[in-house]
């Protein structure tokens, strides 16, 4: 079976840093277009960082130069650095895989609260 | 890279068949068969519905079906049933410096 499982979310002070993962199984994360998808609070779903299959990434604009997104190949893991956050980040993350233009499999997703 | 519009609700009894529009522009919606629509049911998270704007994944019932006119794809759920009630979520790929956006997403109510 094909899955996704985040880790990682809490509570964080305004200005902190967390670390989301997400393990994969029945899939392999390096050959796969990855994504970090959120939904604040009675909100809409906000892309926020995508590595493709040659580690090229992007970043939505509201993150750039705070989150980065990795993967450990040998662990077969997603990985979401998020340093500097804001009350505005406060959602719950999604990973999930992008294929033929959709995303097709999402984990369960991890809740992120910043709030002092 | 702003949001694709989608009504915040729409509404239907049992049995009926509703609509829910999701508008972008050229450079999104219009411009590529590239849109996929997910049902989110509370506290769950989003279910791919459809994607390349009409075609259905394994699994997903017929009752789903999607199109395209212009800047504006469309998600119809025919033989509402109680089960549909959830939000649902439109995408696009984008010809911009993001490379997909997101509606603002629709809750469907079943009467």
């Known amino acids: 079976e094909v899955q996704l499982e985040e880790s990682g979310g809490g509570l964080v002070q305004p200005g902190g840093s967390l670390r989301l993962s997400c393990a994969a199984s029945?899939?392999?994360?390096?050959?796969?277009?990855m994504n970090w998808v959120r939904q604040a609070p009675g909100k809409g779903l906000e892309g926020v960082s995508v590595i493709y299959r040659g580690d090229s990434t992007y970043y939505a604009d509201s993150v750039k130069g705070r989150f980065t997104i990795s993967r450990d190949n040998s662990k077969n893991t997603l990985h979401l650095q998020m340093n500097s956050l804001r009350a505005e980040d406060t959602a719950v993350y999604y990973c999930a895989r992008r294929s033929q233009n959709a995303f097709d499999i999402w984990g369960q997703g991890t809740m992120v609260t910043v709030s002092s | 890279q702003s949001a694709l519009t989608q009504p915040a609700s729409v509404s239907g009894s049992p049995g009926q068949s509703i609509t829910i529009s999701c508008t972008g522009t050229?450079?999104?919606?219009?411009?590529?068969?590239?849109v996929s629509w997910y049902q989110q049911h509370p506290g769950k998270a989003p279910k791919l519905m459809i994607y390349d704007v009409s075609n259905r994944p394994p699994g997903v019932s017929h009752r789903f079906s999607g199109s395209k006119s212009g800047n504006t794809a469309s998600l119809t759920i025919s033989g509402l049933q109680a089960e549909d009630e959830a939000d649902y979520h439109c995408s696009s790929y984008t010809g911009g410096s993001a490379p997909y956006v997101f509606g603002t997403g629709t809750k469907v109510t079943v009467l």
């Open positions: 029945g899939l392999t994360v390096s050959s796969s277009y």
């Open positions: 050229s450079g999104d919606v219009g411009g590529y068969n590239f």
